[in-house]
């Protein structure tokens, strides 16, 4: 089911004294639903949360993340705007996955991504576990064809789906839909770590001719990085870009549903994410793992507020 976006999450702090140069995200966010929905013409962010943590339940995780999405948005309420540098941002609530069911809200959200891409918004999809994933690939896969897969993560998530859909297995299930279909699995993940990943998980990473890079090659040589990723990118027409916020060190985000030692600073994130936004081919953006239920000070949160910053300028 859809769940309409709660404008009472849309408040905080009036610099009136300012006019226009002191506006926040919450002053213009607009608040719509997919009744008569009409394309835009010039870039538009539609943000959609997908409220489940199914996903993580059925990966043996520590549950939460479900309630992520309004959490996320209440940490961008008071981001600074700028109405001639930043792109237009409209809310569209959540895709809620009802008890169990995931596979039911699945679908929901295959169709709600696939009709804002068909009207030219730029989906943001608010997670939610990394189930949220193959749904957003699948609705990308619906309207594009040569779609390059990026993964900014501390694990593969390549396991394989024994008793159904988890967040372990997204990228699994992409790949064995691009066998099924006649489609080519393109797929980078950056940030790898070895021991939150088996050598079943490396092995089968190899086997899918994954290219990866881990924590470790950040930390020693992000330029290096940067320049694989680079070469990725120009290799594809579209790209689709998901973000587990478990790839940060521990220290930066501690509200996750799978928290990581060694892992990456947000100073190594968001040079990845800028890489990505300056190849002018990401079609749609996820952000996931956020888990409320640990996080301290909100800091987690307001980090994801942070990176969906650059999405917004012009």
Same mark, same amino acid.
């Given at each position: 089911? /859809?769940?309409?976006?709660?404008?009472?999450?849309? !408040?905080?702090?009036?610099?009136?004294?300012?006019?226009?140069?002191?506006?926040?995200?919450?002053?213009?966010?607009? $608040?719509?639903?997919?009744?008569?929905?009409?394309?835009?013409?010039?870039?538009?962010?539609?943000?959609?949360?997908?409220?489940?943590?199914?996903?993580?339940?059925?990966?043996?995780?520590?549950?939460?993340?479900?309630?992520?999405?309004?959490? &996320?948005?209440?940490?961008?309420?008071?981001?600074?705007?700028?109405?001639?540098?930043?792109?237009?941002?409209?809310?569209?609530? #959540?895709?809620?996955?009802?008890?169990?069911?995931?596979?039911?809200?699945?679908?929901?959200?295959?169709?709600?991504?696939?009709?804002?891409?068909?009207?030219?918004?730029?989906?943001?999809?608010?997670?939610?576990?990394?189930?949220?994933?193959?749904?957003?690939?699948?609705?990308?896969?619906? @309207?594009?064809?040569?779609?390059?897969?990026?993964?900014?993560?501390?694990?593969?998530?390549?396991? /394989?789906?024994?008793?159904?859909?988890?967040?372990?297995?997204?990228?699994?299930?992409?790949?064995?839909?691009?066998?099924? #279909?006649?489609?080519?699995?393109?797929?980078?993940?950056?940030?790898?770590?070895? !021991?939150?990943?088996?050598?079943?998980?490396?092995?089968?990473?190899?086997?899918?001719?994954?290219?990866?890079?881990?924590?470790?090659?950040?930390?020693?040589?992000?330029?290096? $990085?940067?320049?694989?990723?680079?070469?990725?990118?120009?290799?594809?027409?579209?790209?689709?870009?998901?973000?587990?916020?478990?790839?940060?060190?521990?220290?930066?985000?501690?509200?996750?549903?799978?928290?990581?030692?060694?892992?990456? !600073?947000?100073?190594?994130?968001?040079? /990845? /994410?800028?890489?990505? &936004?300056?190849? @002018?081919?990401?079609?749609?953006?996820?952000?996931?793992?956020?888990?409320?239920?640990?996080?301290?000070?909100?800091?987690?949160?307001?980090?994801?507020?942070?990176?969906?910053?650059?999405?917004?300028?012009?």
């Amino acid at each position: 089911m /859809i769940e309409f976006a709660n404008q009472n999450i849309w !408040t905080g702090r009036f610099d009136d004294e300012d006019g226009e140069s002191g506006l926040r995200w919450h002053q213009v966010i607009q $608040t719509q639903t997919f009744d008569n929905l009409r394309s835009v013409q010039e870039p538009h962010i539609a943000l959609l949360g997908f409220r489940s943590d199914e996903g993580v339940r059925r990966n043996k995780g520590r549950v939460g993340a479900k309630n992520a999405p309004d959490f &996320i948005r209440k940490a961008c309420t008071n981001l600074p705007y700028s109405k001639e540098k930043q792109i237009p941002i409209s809310d569209f609530g #959540n895709v809620v996955c009802e008890e169990t069911d995931l596979e039911s809200a699945r679908k929901q959200q295959i169709e709600s991504v696939s009709e804002l891409l068909q009207k030219k918004y730029f989906p943001i999809i608010l997670g939610g576990g990394h189930e949220t994933a193959l749904g957003n690939y699948l609705a990308l896969a619906d @309207n594009f064809e040569d779609i390059g897969i990026v993964n900014i993560d501390a694990h593969y998530d390549l396991r /394989i789906p024994v008793e159904g859909s988890t967040s372990g297995t997204p990228f699994f299930e992409m790949a064995h839909f691009c066998q099924e #279909n006649n489609r080519e699995f393109h797929y980078f993940c950056v940030g790898i770590q070895p !021991t939150g990943n088996t050598e079943a998980l490396f092995h089968r990473a190899n086997e899918l001719n994954v290219e990866t890079v881990l924590a470790d090659e950040i930390h020693s040589d992000l330029k290096q $990085t940067l320049h694989q990723l680079e070469k990725f990118l120009e290799k594809h027409s579209v790209i689709y870009l998901s973000l587990d916020l478990d790839v940060l060190d521990g220290a930066f985000a501690p509200g996750v549903s799978a928290p990581c030692a060694n892992g990456l !600073t947000p100073f190594q994130v968001k040079s /990845i /994410i800028q890489k990505i &936004i300056q190849s @002018n081919k990401i079609k749609l953006f996820d952000v996931v793992e956020l888990n409320p239920e640990f996080d301290q000070d909100n800091r987690t949160a307001k980090l994801a507020a942070h990176f969906l910053q650059e999405f917004t300028k012009a």
